[in-house]
């Protein structure tokens, strides 16, 4: 007889075992894929968000701020970007900091190249409309500011140190910047490019500097709206000579403890690029 067993394979209605796989568990393989998916996305979220803390944290773009501006950390957490500073002021100057900043988004600046404060506003109407104090409610007058420190950044450059005059219209055609000129209209702004000039020795950031100008109307017995308490105690900028031995009469502008940082000086001076600047750093050093 054969040891052999039978092959019930071959038989009639045998049933044939199959090898199962492993038993996968869908619902946990899920629950891992969304835990996965949710961790990716916190993970993305919490880094966009920083990103905005780098344009604050490394000064990428450091601004020159409205008048009564309170430290940039204090400002940035009571500013509530509400544009009432933007909608009062008169010669258009302050504006609102777009997506670049940060978290400095919709807060307001001002772009003194391009528009600078003028200080016309005797009132100082963008501290007066700020609703949180982010503009310091304890300034009355314009010489109380300090945005920064106008400095002599490209000597260089500079026409009167040159000892060379200025004739014609500041900065082209294209120009929009907007001053009120006393002996034109004190309450309109004017168009700077509009403004013909003749000198001698370039003097425009001492003649459109609003302290120098406060100052001028103080000594002739006329103080803005005939309040005293609108008269500067200190000079901001003067032209002062300097003697290079060639003969050539040559000045120096001078930047003065008055200077407040409106940016006047910048915005008119006719070089390009700008040989007087405003220094935002220097306000620390100064209060």
């Not at 807060?107 to 016309?120: G, M, T």
């Not at 400095?151 to 009120?180: M, N, Q, T, V, Y």
């Not at 000039?197 to 425009?204: K, P, T």
């Not at 915005?267 to 209060?287: F, G, L, N, W």
Request: hydrophobic content about 35%; overall charge negative.
């Amino acid at each position: 007889m054969s040891d052999d067993k039978p092959d019930n394979t071959d038989m009639p209605g045998a049933v044939v075992a199959k090898q199962v796989p492993p038993v996968v568990n869908r619902r946990k393989q899920q629950q891992r894929r969304q835990f996965l998916r949710t961790l990716m996305l916190a993970a993305g979220v919490v880094g966009v968000s920083s990103m905005g803390f780098i344009p604050v944290a490394r000064s990428w773009n450091p601004r020159l701020r409205p008048p009564g501006a309170l430290d940039e950390s204090e400002l940035l957490a009571a500013c509530i970007k509400c544009g009432q500073c933007v909608q009062v002021c008169p010669v258009e100057a302050i504006k609102l900091a777009d997506i670049m900043d940060g978290f400095g988004v919709g807060v307001p600046y001002v772009d003194a190249r391009e528009q600078s404060c003028d200080f016309s506003c005797d009132g100082l109407q963008c501290i007066l409309a700020c609703p949180t104090g982010a503009l310091s409610h304890k300034l009355n007058y314009p010489s109380e500011v300090r945005m920064g420190f106008a400095r002599l950044d490209r000597p260089d450059l500079c026409l009167a140190k040159k000892g060379e005059g200025f004739k014609g219209k500041i900065r082209g055609p294209e120009f929009d910047g907007l001053f009120r000129y006393n002996e034109i209209d004190r309450w309109k702004p004017q168009r700077i490019r509009d403004q013909e000039f003749d000198l001698e020795i370039c003097d425009l950031c001492v003649r459109h500097c609003p302290i120098e100008i406060r100052i001028a109307q103080c000594e002739a017995g006329e103080p803005p709206s005939g309040d005293i308490n609108q008269c500067p105690p200190r000079h901001a900028i003067e032209l002062r000579p300097v003697d290079e031995g060639d003969g050539v009469r040559r000045m120096r502008p001078e930047v003065l403890d008055g200077c407040v940082g409106c940016g006047a000086c910048e915005m008119v001076c006719p070089t390009s690029p700008a040989s007087i600047v405003v220094d935002i750093e220097s306000t620390v050093k100064r209060v």
